[in-house]
T-cell receptor, first 114, second 111 residues
């Protein structure tokens, strides 16, 4: 019963390609997030959606485009992949309006650009 | 702006040693405070939290107390185990829509 699941777990591809990462949560949360974690473990928020509405859009290249078809899903599409995109991408979810509730994370998608 | 500062790692300890990982924050108002842990190859998971001043969060032998006067939320454990080897993140939030993260502290516990 995985709460936040991301696919694929590993993604190895060449520079210039376009790829997508999918995320689904079965916790009934209304808010979902995408994070990027670099090789030094630094964690950076990229996007957040609340009930399919974009609420956080940090300084991220336009090549990254999130899509939320419903509040249980948040996908990330990346165009024209670059070497610097190599990282681990984490999806997370939470219930808004209650600061007592934590964010729940997926296991990450390890993206390697050749 | 709001920020979280935690001690730089890596921290290396022997099994059964005492652990402290310092975390201080800057925020306007009174946020909720969290410690998350990331085990090798996994995503982050909540370790403990505190939502108001003087609250103590605790889990798996770890503790942290919300200190408003020193704007701190230091993580402590009396006797670490090899299985505690992980990266620990301190974070704050006002409405749980956006967490402000520290840079993470890597802990390695040797047998």
């Amino acid at each position: 019963d995985t709460a936040v699941s991301q696919t694929p777990k590993y993604l190895v591809t060449q520079m210039g390609n376009d790829k997508s990462i999918k995320c689904e949560q079965n916790l009934g949360h209304d808010t979902m997030y995408w994070y990027k974690q670099d090789s030094k473990k630094f964690l950076k928020i990229m996007f957040s959606y609340n009930n399919k509405e974009l609420i956080i859009n940090e300084t991220v290249p336009n090549r990254f485009s999130p899509k939320s078809p419903d509040k249980a899903h948040l996908n990330l599409h990346i165009n024209s992949l670059e070497l610097g995109d190599s990282a681990v991408y984490f999806c997370a979810s939470s219930q808004s309006g209650n600061s007592n509730q934590p964010q729940h994370f997926g296991d990450g998608t390890r993206l390697s650009i050749l | 702006g709001d920020s979280v500062t935690q001690m730089e790692g890596p921290v290396t300890l022997s099994e059964e040693a005492f652990l402290t990982i310092n975390c201080t924050y800057t925020a306007t108002g009174y946020p909720s405070l969290f410690w998350y842990v990331q085990y090798p190859g996994e995503g982050l998971q909540l370790l403990l939290k505190a939502t108001k001043a003087d609250d103590k969060g605790s889990n798996k032998g770890f503790e942290a107390t919300y200190r408003k006067e020193t704007t701190s939320f230091h993580l402590e454990k009396g006797s670490v185990q090899v299985s505690d080897s992980a990266v620990y993140f301190c974070a704050l939030s006002f409405n749980n829509r956006k967490l402000i993260w520290g840079l993470g502290t890597s802990l390695a516990v040797n047998p």
